[in-house]
């Protein structure tokens, strides 16, 4: 069994994702038009910036969990538990179908 799979990455360019994930490259709260008038977004517009780059600091994946995997699955002792990922297969198309309903 490989362990490490060679895969290419998605593109940054989905939709929304180049903005999503660096908040810098938004528009400024503050924005003054070319006839002068000038708008302001609040402070709340502050907070959800400062959570958003909070949350594109955080790593997507914990790189240490994913060693010890390997470690387990590479030594022998990664057991896999069939009841949990059955339940959880079973819930993802649940919720493929609710979505899909919508």
Known sequence: MK????????????????TARNPAARAP??????????VHLGS???????IESNIA?????????????KQAISEGRFQVNSG?????????VRDLITASKR
């Open 84 to 92: 949990v990922v059955a339940d959880r297969l079973i819930d993802t």
């Open 44 to 50: 709340t517009t502050a907070q959800l910036r400062s």
């Open 29 to 38: 709260e503050t924005q003054t038009s070319a006839a002068g008038t000038s």
């Open 3 to 18: 362990i490490e799979k060679t895969t290419q990455t998605l593109p940054a360019s989905q939709i929304g994702e180049a």
């Open 57 to 69: 600091s955080t790593p997507l994946m914990d790189l240490n969990k994913i060693a010890e995997i």
